[in-house]
Each structure stands twice: as structure tokens, then as C-alpha cells.
């Protein structure tokens, strides 16, 4: 057979084409359909969802990383609930400690408190907050001063119940 | 282009689209995966196709890249090398089928879709993105090693469904 003839065969071969061809364009409907509902799921459902938790990480971020921000959230009712539960422990950051109230060996009580606390000779104002090592309930208080970014000083209370309270004292720098 | 129309231009062009895919890939089923694959994805990305009037050489891209990419997956399995241009002998000894898939990718995309799917010269080299004369070069040379004696614009038995 040479190649002409061949080619003729192969030809012929091929007009016979399966069956199956002939649903080619239901089988791509069906799998545009199943697509198109996948879409639509993901339109109504996922995008917004992304969205939300986008809003919400931006939210945490700022409220973590940016000092007037946080104390804009802190004047608004709902959100300033919403900063206080998403604020990360500022513990995991740089401070110093400026202060504290202690024994010494020999059992004398160093109490700590007052309305201001002086350190690098600048002085800081604890705005509304009076800090009373001497109560009753409390059993250590703590000053720490944050480094950049947070430029902060924060106060930690100790109660007796061994339960903690920190936050910033929302100092003015003079 | 509605979908009406497009599934006319299907029902006109499946048969062209399966001999493509089938001397490209070797196997029915392997050319009615391609087939299925390329009218889907074709149905998907209809709002794309900006000139309707070349739908044929859309989708003809569309089906040729579907055949590229299942023989480089093949290519990972099994190695099926096309044969240089010098190995007349050995294209002599093949199957005209087998002969056409082992021709180097160049001679072979003009080849299936001038002489068995039913394209014109014109078309082809529109559908392969080359010009008229090379695309004639490329299958003067491709009839050459296959000994086959076709006119560039005559086939000896011209496909009744044309692309």
C-alpha cells in the first residue's frame, strides 16, 4: 500500500468518530454549571468572609501598632472593648522596669504609689490613676517603661487573689 | 457570540477537533479528553474571544495547546521523541499515523490541521500564528518526508467537515 492509499485509509478511519463525541458540549455544560455554582458560592459567601477577616487583621494591627489609633478605639464604646480584647500582651516587648513596691531582707515594705512617677529625669503624669501598692488587695505592682514603638509606661497589679490587671497609664510627658 | 451559536460552531467542528486531537495524542480516548477539555474551557472563556468571525482558529489554538500539554505530561511517563528531518528511512518504515506524531512539532501542526482537519493553507498558518509561505514551506517539506503526493491546496480526499 503506499502512502497515498494509506492516507485514504486513515482518513476513512477517522470520519468514524465515538459516540461519545457527540455529547461533548452536554458534558461541557454540566462542568461550566458545577463551576458557575462553585462561583456563586464563593461570591456570596467566601468574599465576604475574606473581607471581614481582612477588616479584623488591619483592626488588630492597628490597634497593636499604632498608639493614637488604640486611643481613638478606647473613646467608642463597642470597639474600645473589641481593642482591649484584640491588644497583644505588651509583656512580650522590650521594657524596663521603673519601679516596684518590695520587701527588703530584713522584712521592710517598700510601698509603691502616687500619681506620678519620675524616671530619666523626665516626668510622668499618671492621667486619672493613683497607683496604691499599700491596699489591701493588691500584692505587687509593677512600672514598666516600653521601648520604641510603644514609648509607654504600663502599670501590672498583682492582686491577692493572683489574678493580673495591666495597662498603659496614659502618661503625659513633661 | 450566544451560546446557541457556540454550540452550532461545536456541532459543525467536533469532528474537525477530534481528528486534530487524535493524530496529535494517538488515541481516541486521549483525543476526546483533549476535545472535551478544549470545548470546555472554550465555553468558559467565550466572553474572551473579542472577533467571532475567528472562532474556527480560536479554538483550534485552544485544542493544540490541550495536545502540548498531554504530551509534556506524557513525555514524563514514556519517552516518544520525534525523529529529525534527516531520518527519511525511518519515517519510510512507520505507519503513516505513527510517521505524522513523530514528525518534528513544526511539520506536524501544519500537516494535521491542513490535511486532516480539513483547514485551508490560510487558516492554518492563521491558527499556528505563521505566515502563508512558511506555513506552505513547512508543508511541502512535511509531504516531502512522508512521501505522500497532496497538493498544498487540493488533499486527495478533502474533509467533508472543514475547520
Given at each position: 500500500m503506499n502512502r497515498n492509499s494509506e492516507y485514504n485509509k486513515l482518513l476513512k478511519e477517522l470520519e468514524n468518530t465515538p459516540l461519545k463525541l457527540d455529547f461533548t458540549l452536554e458534558r461541557a455544560r454540566a462542568r461550566k454549571s458545577v463551576r458557575d455554582k462553585r462561583r456563586r458560592v464563593r461570591k456570596t459567601i467566601f468574599i465576604p468572609l475574606y473581607t471581614i477577616a481582612a477588616v479584623f487583621v488591619i483592626f488588630v494591627a492597628l490597634v497593636n501598632l499604632s498608639a493614637p489609633f488604640a486611643e481613638a478605639c478606647g473613646r467608642i464604646p463597642v470597639l474600645s472593648e473589641l481593642a482591649e480584647a484584640v491588644s497583644l500582651p505588651k509583656e512580650s516587648g522590650n521594657h524596663e522596669i521603673i519601679g516596684w513596691n518590695s520587701y527588703d531582707a530584713d522584712g521592710n515594705y517598700y510601698p509603691l504609689g502616687g500619681r506620678n512617677t519620675i524616671y530619666g529625669g523626665n516626668y510622668y503624669e499618671h492621667a486619672g490613676i493613683t497607683i496604691g501598692s499599700e491596699d489591701e488587695f493588691v500584692e505587687q505592682i509593677t512600672i514598666y517603661k516600653y521601648e520604641y514603638p510603644y514609648d509607654e509606661i504600663w502599670i501590672s497589679t498583682i492582686f491577692t487573689d493572683r489574678t493580673e490587671f495591666a495597662a498603659p497609664l496614659a502618661v503625659k510627658i513633661k | 457570540m450566544g451560546e446557541s451559536e457556540f454550540a452550532d460552531r461545536i456541532e459543525r467542528l467536533r469532528s474537525s477537533l477530534y481528528r486534530t486531537a487524535y493524530l496529535y495524542l494517538g488515541g481516541e480516548a486521549a483525543a476526546m479528553d483533549a476535545v472535551d477539555e478544549t470545548v470546555y474551557r472554550a465555553l468558559v472563556s467565550l466572553?474572551?474571544?473579542?472577533?467571532?468571525?475567528y472562532f474556527d482558529t480560536w479554538i483550534t489554538r485552544i485544542l493544540i495547546n490541550e495536545c502540548k500539554n498531554e504530551l509534556r505530561r506524557r513525555k514524563r511517563e514514556i519517552s516518544m521523541d520525534t525523529l529529525p528531518e534527516k531520518s527519511v528511512e525511518q519515517f519510510d518504515a512507520l505507519p503513516l499515523k505513527d510517521a505524522v506524531q513523530r514528525l518534528p512539532k513544526e511539520l506536524k501542526e501544519p500537516v494535521i490541521l491542513r490535511y486532516f482537519a480539513g483547514c485551508t493553507t490560510e487558516e492554518t498558518a492563521r491558527a499556528l500564528k505563521l505566515k502563508q509561505g512558511t506555513a506552505a514551506s513547512r508543508l511541502r517539506r512535511a509531504l516531502k518526508l512522508l512521501k505522500l503526493e497532496l497538493t498544498e491546496e487540493v488533499s486527495a480526499n478533502e474533509p467533508k467537515q472543514r475547520i
Amino acid at each position: 500500500m503506499n502512502r497515498n492509499s494509506e492516507y485514504n485509509k486513515l482518513l476513512k478511519e477517522l470520519e468514524n468518530t465515538p459516540l461519545k463525541l457527540d455529547f461533548t458540549l452536554e458534558r461541557a455544560r454540566a462542568r461550566k454549571s458545577v463551576r458557575d455554582k462553585r462561583r456563586r458560592v464563593r461570591k456570596t459567601i467566601f468574599i465576604p468572609l475574606y473581607t471581614i477577616a481582612a477588616v479584623f487583621v488591619i483592626f488588630v494591627a492597628l490597634v497593636n501598632l499604632s498608639a493614637p489609633f488604640a486611643e481613638a478605639c478606647g473613646r467608642i464604646p463597642v470597639l474600645s472593648e473589641l481593642a482591649e480584647a484584640v491588644s497583644l500582651p505588651k509583656e512580650s516587648g522590650n521594657h524596663e522596669i521603673i519601679g516596684w513596691n518590695s520587701y527588703d531582707a530584713d522584712g521592710n515594705y517598700y510601698p509603691l504609689g502616687g500619681r506620678n512617677t519620675i524616671y530619666g529625669g523626665n516626668y510622668y503624669e499618671h492621667a486619672g490613676i493613683t497607683i496604691g501598692s499599700e491596699d489591701e488587695f493588691v500584692e505587687q505592682i509593677t512600672i514598666y517603661k516600653y521601648e520604641y514603638p510603644y514609648d509607654e509606661i504600663w502599670i501590672s497589679t498583682i492582686f491577692t487573689d493572683r489574678t493580673e490587671f495591666a495597662a498603659p497609664l496614659a502618661v503625659k510627658i513633661k | 457570540m450566544g451560546e446557541s451559536e457556540f454550540a452550532d460552531r461545536i456541532e459543525r467542528l467536533r469532528s474537525s477537533l477530534y481528528r486534530t486531537a487524535y493524530l496529535y495524542l494517538g488515541g481516541e480516548a486521549a483525543a476526546m479528553d483533549a476535545v472535551d477539555e478544549t470545548v470546555y474551557r472554550a465555553l468558559v472563556s467565550l466572553k474572551k474571544l473579542r472577533r467571532p468571525e475567528y472562532f474556527d482558529t480560536w479554538i483550534t489554538r485552544i485544542l493544540i495547546n490541550e495536545c502540548k500539554n498531554e504530551l509534556r505530561r506524557r513525555k514524563r511517563e514514556i519517552s516518544m521523541d520525534t525523529l529529525p528531518e534527516k531520518s527519511v528511512e525511518q519515517f519510510d518504515a512507520l505507519p503513516l499515523k505513527d510517521a505524522v506524531q513523530r514528525l518534528p512539532k513544526e511539520l506536524k501542526e501544519p500537516v494535521i490541521l491542513r490535511y486532516f482537519a480539513g483547514c485551508t493553507t490560510e487558516e492554518t498558518a492563521r491558527a499556528l500564528k505563521l505566515k502563508q509561505g512558511t506555513a506552505a514551506s513547512r508543508l511541502r517539506r512535511a509531504l516531502k518526508l512522508l512521501k505522500l503526493e497532496l497538493t498544498e491546496e487540493v488533499s486527495a480526499n478533502e474533509p467533508k467537515q472543514r475547520i
